[in-house]
């Protein structure tokens, strides 16, 4: 009931294109779901989080979308640039100071 | 304002060799977790500590074990090393405070066990 499940294991996607991550989950107590980014020999780094209590939330170009009953949870990074390209990870857990479970990650490469 | 800081960066250790690895976790906050990044995979909880106490732990043996200090330091202990333990060992640190719920990593520390 701990497992976080993320597809696609890997993304190519255009500049200037959506690229979109999925995460579902099992455990229902799980309340807090960062997405977390990272560059080759670096530690990870906090995106855009989200509690349950929202279905939508934006910074910037990343959105998150989180769907309570079907139990999942999606990146959108709109206008993808160069950048971008990383792996992602999502995460879930019981209040955020507590352990993080992470999905397997999603490397992205997006195309110039 | 300083982000968490792990030391060393790298490291090679053979089998059944003792190591330990440093945290300083970012300004103002006082909880430090620990996780194990294999290559290609996510991290996984190592365990967690908050006034220099062990508050969680994930699913590792007793090899592993912790201490913070009062500066809310922490240092992560491995014995007895195995080729498996081979990874990035990243630390987060975050603030132990029921609205806060952010934590932040560092750059881990590469352990190669030869």
């Known amino acids: 009931q701990q497992q976080v499940k993320q597809s696609p294991q890997s993304l190519i996607v255009q500049k200037g294109g959506i690229s979109i991550i999925n995460c579902a989950y099992e455990n229902t107590a799980f309340d807090y779901f960062p997405w977390y980014q990272q560059f080759p020999g670096k530690g990870p780094a906090l995106l855009i989080a989200?509690?349950?209590?929202?279905s939508e939330k934006k910074e910037g170009r990343f959105t998150i979308s989180f769907n309570k009953s079907a139990k999942q949870f999606s990146l959108h990074i709109m206008d993808s640039q160069p950048g971008d390209s990383a792996t992602y990870f999502c995460a879930a857990s019981r209040g955020g100071r507590r352990a993080l479970t992470f999905g397997s990650g999603t490397r992205l490469q997006v195309q110039p | 304002d300083a982000g968490v800081t792990q030391s060393p960066t790298h490291l090679i250790k053979t089998r059944g060799q003792q190591v330990t690895l440093r945290c300083s976790p970012k300004?103002?906050?006082?909880?430090v977790s620990w996780y194990q990044q294999a290559l290609g995979q996510g991290p996984q909880f190592i365990f967690q500590?908050?006034?220099?106490?062990?508050?969680q732990r994930g699913n590792f043996p007793d090899r592993f074990s912790g201490h913070q200090f009062p500066n809310y330091s922490s240092e992560l202990n491995v014995n007895a090393l195995l080729l498996g333990d081979s990874a990035l060992y990243l630390c987060a640190s975050s603030l132990r405070d029921r609205g806060v719920h952010e934590q932040f990593f560092g750059p881990g520390t590469r352990l190669t066990v030869l």
């Open positions: 300004s103002g906050h006082d909880t």
């Open positions: 500590y908050y006034e220099e106490e062990e508050r």
């Open positions: 989200i509690r349950p209590d929202v």
